[in-house]
């Protein structure tokens, strides 16, 4: 059974960190596209970051870029996501979710699986 299983959202402060995860099970994910998506409420999921399967790519939203680092670790199965400088606006509920397909890793159809999502807060 496939699982994507993201942990680590809360609250915090503006200007504070928060690190995500997403745990796999059921594939290995050293095949896979892995990415990062949030969806605040009455707004559209947008992309936050993605990075492709060789770990050679990876690619950033532009309101993201400079203060979210993605990450992958194909040992363990999981990929993470560092949140540095929160803003208010970051406030969402952040979905991982994992494809072996080629599409363009921007985009929420190119994805095959998805995790439940975790709330971030960012207060002012």
């Known amino acids: 059974q496939v699982q994507l299983v993201e942990s680590g959202g809360g609250l915090v402060q503006a200007g504070g960190s928060l690190r995500l995860s997403c745990a796999v099970s059921?594939?290995?994910?050293?095949?896979?596209?892995m990415g990062w998506f949030r969806q605040a409420p009455g707004k559209a999921r947008e992309f936050v970051a993605g990075v492709e399967w060789s770990g050679t790519y990876t690619y950033y939203g532009d309101s993201v870029m400079g203060r979210f680092t993605l990450s992958r670790d194909n040992a363990k199965n999981l990929v993470a996501l560092q949140m540095n400088s929160l803003k208010p606006e970051d406030t969402a509920v952040y979905y991982c979710?994992?494809?072996?397909?080629?599409?363009?890793?921007?985009?929420?159809?190119?994805?095959?699986?998805w995790g439940q999502g975790t709330q971030v807060t960012v207060s002012s």
């Open positions: 059921g594939f290995t994910i050293n095949k896979y596209h």
């Open positions: 979710a994992a494809t072996s397909g080629y599409g363009n890793i921007r985009t929420v159809p190119a994805y095959n699986y």
